[in-house]
């Protein structure tokens, strides 16, 4: 991973902003097919996936059996969520319910 530079930073911080500043989840959506490739796209949904039910605290064989994300990103995802920086947390603080 190459390190970052303050420009970098001050675009990581723009892109958090537009991301802050839409409300509605379609274009949110939309934003995110068109900011990153369809296997980007694919490796967000699929550690998302991941979190809730980590933290519902099933296995990260049952998670695998279910999702069919890699045990090896499940347990990534773990780490991040026990030991991160909170990001995680707080999606699963705005997370609606799911029907």
């Known amino acids: 991973m190459k390190r970052r530079t303050s420009t970098e930073d001050v675009a990581m911080t723009d892109v958090a902003q537009v991301l802050a500043a ?9 934003f995110l097919i068109d900011l990153c490739t369809p296997a980007e796209v ?13 933290a519902d605290g099933m296995s990260y064989r049952a998670i695998h059996d279910q999702t069919g994300v ?11 969520l026990d030991h991160g ?6 999606g699963l603080a705005h997370r609606r319910p799911t029907a």
């Open 42 to 54: 694919e490796a967000l949904v699929d550690r998302w996936a991941v979190v809730p039910l980590l």
């Open 70 to 80: 890699s045990v090896t990103t499940i347990g990534r995802v773990a780490r991040c």
């Open 85 to 90: 920086t909170g990001g995680y947390a707080a």
């Open 22 to 30: 839409i409300t509605d989840p379609d274009l949110i959506a939309r």
